[in-house]
């Protein structure tokens, strides 16, 4: 880049030069001094304006990117263009005298198809706070801003930038496409949409009725029951809805309706816990700083939906129950991972009265769906979180994670289009038969 820059001074030095003496000459040439050069000195002029105008034509183009496509550079142009604007109009320029303003240096990328790309702005003192705060989106066409952050140095502030009419929701026409698409993801690996794939971990997944909740445990749920190496599900539903007959079907001794059976459930869960710990113990001597997958073990699942109305009943509890559910939570939650034991809570809302905060600060994977208020966002992701700021239908929302997504970032959960209930019976996944079932 530098070599570039450097060539393009040289060219538009010796242009300039060229003008100057061309002009001098053509003064020269309209007085009492008469030589054959100054009397070309018109042709000159003209032969100097042509360069200069060449180079900056092509600068131009090349500032623009021509050299990757029109598209490109009708993209690039286009959006720096309506973008240094806006930037102006909302004092991001630095005055620089009576006239002139002078915008920070800005860098703008896209991918192949244009789906997505990277928006780089140099950081300034005068305006650090407001590139951290400002909404990028409204100058960026269809693009939107997905989520942002300064570079280590804070020299800069980057902008993951994501095509807004670009939809990355998969739809399944039947059981067998769902089984053909999860069967291309690793073992411990889930995808939550077309883009995005997780390793297993504990899960928060927060909703208001109505915005695809339910359908992204189901998505879960059949990736879990499709896998190669046995998932261990335990499903906990409260109200005894959908999730409790689908559970039934899938395991019925791991199915719990109600505040006593939901209990007793998470108990059998823990002390399955206890004994893969001391297991997993002596497999570590032989691979420290290792976990479950490496050793090939089944992983186990414990599902909660409305989290929130078992919290509830919980609160109303003596101290000993409401101190020895928080315990088994607590010990879950903070010791499983490296066991292989996972939480997935499923809620309309995540608020301190609902869920402890220490409980929902260590569940990393954090989504949330619909058109949440305000205050669910905050609860969910902290203070500060950029929520991209759009119309969420059905199964679309956001979610973070803290390798894949420190910031929220958008999710657009699969469509189902097909019996779930049937395709769990009909696909040999009903009650978990005892020989699949691996020692723990």
């Known amino acids: 880049m530098r070599r570039k820059q450097a060539y393009r001074l040289m060219a538009f030095g010796s242009a300039a030069i060229l003008l100057v003496l061309a002009l001098g000459a053509s003064r020269l040439s309209s007085g009492a ?57 909302s004092g991001f320029g630095l005055q620089r005298g009576y006239y002139i303003i002078v915008l920070p240096k800005i860098k703008l990328f896209f991918d192949k198809d244009f789906s ?24 960026l066409g269809k693009f939107i801003v997905e989520r942002h952050y300064s570079t280590d140095d804070g020299n800069w502030y980057v902008y993951e930038l994501i095509d807004g ?27 939550l949409d077309r883009r995005t794939q997780v390793k297993l971990q504990h899960c928060l997944i927060v909703g208001q009725t109505g915005s695809g909740k339910t359908y992204a445990l189901y998505n879960l749920i059949l990736q879990m029951l499709n896998k190669t190496v046995q998932y261990e599900l335990f499903f906990a539903d409260p109200k005894g809805s959908s999730l409790a007959v689908l559970g039934s079907k899938v395991a019925s001794d791991r199915t719990a309706v109600g505040f006593e059976n939901i209990i007793t459930l998470l108990h059998d869960f823990v002390a399955r816990m206890q004994k893969r710990k001391t297991e997993i113990g002596e497999l570590l001597e032989s691979k ?8 090939g073990l089944s992983p186990y ?10 919290a509830s009943v919980l609160a109303a509890a003596d101290k000993r129950t409401r101190d020895e559910v928080k315990a088994m939570l607590y010990e879950v939650i903070l010791q499983g991972r490296q066991l292989g034991f996972f939480m997935v809570l499923a809620m309309q809302k995540s608020d301190a009265t609902l869920i402890d905060t220490a409980i929902r600060d260590n569940l990393p994977l954090k989504i949330v769906l619909g058109n949440a208020e305000q205050q669910t966002y905050v609860t969910a992701f902290g203070t500060g979180a950029d929520i991209p700021n759009r119309h969420y239908a059905v199964g679309e929302g956001v979610f973070t994670e803290p390798t894949l997504a420190p910031e929220p970032k958008l999710i657009q959960c699969p469509y189902l289009n ?13 009650n978990n038969p005892p020989s699949r079932i691996q020692n723990i």
């Open 165 to 191: 009419s670009v939809s990355f929701k998969q739809e399944f026409h039947g059981f067998e496409d769902f089984v053909g698409f999860s069967d291309q993801i690793s073992l411990y690996k889930l995808f």
């Open 301 to 310: 699942i414990f599902i909660f939906d409305e989290y929130a109305s078992f």
């Open 116 to 139: 997505s790309g990277t928006l780089k702005v140099r950081n300034a003192l005068k305006f650090d706070n407001k590139l951290d705060s400002v909404v990028m989106s409204s100058a």
């Open 33 to 89: 001094l008469h030589i054959a050069f100054l009397d070309r000195a018109h042709i000159w002029l003209c032969f100097a304006s042509a360069v200069v105008s060449v180079l900056l034509i092509t600068e131009f183009f090349i500032s623009n990117r021509i050299y990757r496509g029109f598209k490109y550079f009708w993209y690039h142009w286009t959006i720096r263009n309506r973008l240094e604007h806006q930037m102006i109009d």
């Open 288 to 295: 420290l700083d290792a976990d479950y997958s490496d050793f």
């Open 418 to 430: 097909f019996d779930i209930l049937q395709a769990v019976i009909e696909g040999g996944l009903c």
